[in-house]
């Protein structure tokens, strides 16, 4: 079982910066792939990135690449997003999820396993 809580959201202005971290409760935190999502109004929730169990290969999805860097700290059980060059169409709940079985990089929503509550970000224009 894993827990999983997001925090770093915000309101923002476009162009500007955010780091979201997601704290893992657990002592199995670095046998899952992470991975983070985001869910805007009224539409449905997708992939932003994914690092591996290690830290050492990192995934993302076309509209962030550039931007956004996903890496993680095994021994704080802390994965991070930071953000940058945010734009007005980043606003939304982003999530942390937790993989078990190595398919984090093909962002599929139903091969996550646990998932924290979401923290909102705003990116203002």
């Known amino acids: 079982q894993v827990q999983l809580v997001e925090s770093g959201g915000g309101l923002v202005q476009a162009g500007g910066s955010l780091r979201l971290t997601c704290a893992a409760s657990g002592r199995t935190f670095s046998s899952y792939e992470m991975g983070w999502f985001r869910q805007a109004p009224g539409k449905q929730r997708e992939f932003v990135a994914a690092v591996s169990r290690s830290g050492g290969s990192t995934y993302y999805a076309d509209s962030v690449k550039g931007r956004f860097t996903i890496s993680r700290v095994n021994t704080e059980n802390t994965v991070y997003l930071q953000m940058n060059s945010l734009k007005p169409d980043d606003t939304a709940v982003y999530y942390c999820?937790?993989?078990?079985?190595?398919?984090?990089?093909?962002?599929?929503?139903?091969?996550?396993?646990?998932w924290g509550q979401g923290t909102q970000v705003t990116v203002s224009s």
């Open positions: 999820a937790a993989e078990r079985d190595g398919r984090a990089r093909y962002g599929m929503i139903y091969d996550y396993d646990y």
